[in-house]
C-alpha cells in the first residue's frame, strides 16, 4: 500500500514535496541522484551495515520488560533498545548514513540543525569518525539548556553556532542551516535530523531508521513465533517512530501508535502535538501537519522534552494518519514524568523524555495490554541528559 511511497515528486499522498527557493533545487536533485545509487550499491550496504554493527553496537537487544508488564496488569511489553546505541539514541543510525553518503558524494563538510543536542551530537560523533568538519546550528535558548551535549560537540572537532532569530531553538537553527546549505552546498552536505524538509530527506531518513523495524520484526518472531499486536513510539519529528513501523506497515494486524507531546494541555503554544491539534501547512521546505495559527504563522511549542519541541511532523505521518493505518495521540509533560519514573523503577533503565512518552500511552488506563498481547514499545533514548531536569521537576537534591 505504501511501499511504492513517495512517488518520483517526493510525494505522500497531498504531502511532502520540495517548497524550497529555486537555488537550492541542485542541491536536492544531486542528493536525491546520490542516494538512490548508493541505495542500489551493495557496497554501501555492507559499508553503512559494517558501521552499525562495530561502532554502534547493533543489532540491539528487544527485552522484554517483565516486572513493567506486571505493573501494567497483562501483556507482554517488549523495548526496542535504541537507548544501548552508541551516543545513547536511534539519531546515529541516520547520521552515519547520511554522513557516509556525504563521503561517497565527495564532500569536504557537514552541517547540522539541533534542539536538543542530540542529532547535533551524533552528526558530530558520525564525522568525527570519518574526518569531516562539521558545523552544527543551535539556537541560543537550546544552547543554555543543554550544556553538556554542546561540550560534548565542541569536544568531538565541531563548531556549535549560536542562533540568535526568533525564540532561538530548533525551528530557527533549522532555518539558519538551510541558508549555510544553499550558498554552500558545493562542497557540503546538510544532515537533516529526522524524516522532514523537502524530499529526498524524508525518505532517505526513513530508509536510514528502518533497521529498527528490521531487528524487531526478526526478533519478536524469534522470541514469539508471531507477530505483535501494537507497536508504540513516540512522534516529535517522526524518525523512529517511522523506522519501528515501516518494515510492519503491510502486516494488517499491526495496530500502531505514535505518541505526541501533549505539554501542558491543548491550548495554543502549550504543546507540540502537531498531527493531533496542527493542520496541513508548509514547514521547512515540505507539505505536512504544521502547528499554526488562523494567519499561518507557525506556532510556539511546548514539551518537557526538547527532542519533541517541534511544530511540524514527517510528510510520511501526516499520510498515514490521514489513511488511518497509524493513530495519533499524546500524552502530557506529567504523564511522560510519571511514565519515566515508573519504567526506571520496575526495570533499572532509565528512558529519555521522549522515549517516556511512548511508555505513557501504555499506562493510560483505556491502553492498558490485554493479557496475551504483544506491544513493542520504542525506547528511542537514555534519559542522561535528561537528568537535571527531571530532578528540577521531581524537587531531588542531592
Ligand atoms: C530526537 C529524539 C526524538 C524525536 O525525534 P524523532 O525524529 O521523532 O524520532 C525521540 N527520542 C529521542 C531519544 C531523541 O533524541
Given amino acids: 500500500m505504501v ?18 527557493p529555486e537555488t537550492l533545487m541542485p542541491a536536492l536533485q544531486q542528493l536525491e541522484q546520490a542516494y538512490e545509487e548508493a541505495r542500489q550499491d551493495e557496497s554501501f550496504r555492507q559499508e553503512l551495515d559494517y558501521y552499525l554493527r562495530e561502532y554502534v553496537g547493533r543489532p540491539n537487544p528487544l ?5 513493567f508488564s506486571r505493573e501494567l496488569g497483562g501483556g507482554k511489553v517488549y523495548l526496542k533498545r535504541e537507548d544501548l546505541n552508541h551516543t545513547g539514541a536511534h539519531k546515529i543510525n541516520n ?6 553518503l556525504a563521503v561517497r558524494m565527495g564532500k569536504g563538510r557537514v552541517i547540522a540543525e ?12 558520525a564525522a568525527a569518525m570519518f574526518g569531516l568538519p562539521c558545523d552544527v546550528y543551535m539556537g541560543e535558548e537550546d544552547i543554555r539548556r543543554q550544556k553538556p551535549n554542546v561540550l560534548k560537540m565542541q569536544l568531538l572537532g565541531t563548531r556549535v553556532i549560536p542562533v540568535s532569530s526568533g525564540a532561538r531553538t530548533l525551528k530557527d537553527a533549522t532555518n539558519e542551516a538551510l541558508r549555510d546549505w544553499m550558498a554552500s552546498f558545493e562542497n557540503t552536505h546538510y544532515v537533516l535530523g529526522s524524516v522532514v524538509g523537502p524530499h529526498p ?4 531518513v526513513r530508509d536510514f531508521q528502518a533497521i529498527i523495524g528490521r531487528e524487531a520484526r526478526q526478533q519478536v518472531l524469534d522470541k514469539e513465533g508471531r507477530l505483535p499486536d ?24 499491526v495496530r500502531m501508535v505514535g505518541v505526541e507531546a501533549g505539554g501542558r494541555g491543548m491550548a495554543h503554544g502549550e504543546h507540540a502535538a502537531s498531527l493531533c491539534l496542527g493542520k496541513a501547512g508548509v514547514l521547512h521546505g515540505s507539505r505536512s501537519y504544521v502547528l499554526q495559527d488562523d494567519d499561518g504563522q507557525t506556532s510556539p511549542v511546548h514539551s518537557v522534552s526538547a ?8 510528510p510520511e505521518h501526516s499520510y498515514l494518519k490521514e489513511t488511518g493505518r497509524v493513530r495519533y495521540t499524546a500524552v502530557s509533560d506529567e504523564e511522560a514524568l510519571r511514565a519515566f519514573t515508573c519504567l526506571t523503577e520496575t526495570e533499572g533503565i532509565i528512558p529519555a523524555l521522549e522515549s517516556a512518552h511512548a511508555v505513557a500511552y501504555l499506562m493510560q488506563e483505556a491502553n492498558r495490554p490485554a493479557r496475551d498481547e504483544v506491544v513493542i514499545v520504542c525506547m528511542s533514548g537514555r534519559g542522561d541528559k535528561d537528568l537535571w531536569e527531571v530532578s528540577r521537576l521531581l524537587g531531588l537534591e542531592i
Fill in 230 to 253: 501494537l507497536l508504540v513510539a513516540c512522534v516529535g519529528g517522526g524518525s523512529n517512530s517511522i523506522g519501528l513501523f515501516h518494515p510492519f506497515i503491510q502486516d494488517k494486524d
Fill in 114 to 125: 539541533t534542539g536538543a543536542g542530540q542529532h547535533g551530537l551524533a552528526t558530530a560523533t
Fill in 95 to 100: 547520521t552515519l548514513g547520511q554522513v557516509l
Fill in 3 to 20: 511501499d511504492h511511497l513517495p512517488d518520483e515528486r517526493g510525494y505522500f499522498g497531498p504531502f511532502g514535496g520540495k517548497y524550497v
Fill in 63 to 67: 527485552y522484554l520488560a517483565e516486572r
Fill in 307 to 314: 527532542g519533541l519541541d517541534y511544530p511540524g511532523v514527517g
Fill in 201 to 204: 530527506f524524508p525518505v532517505m
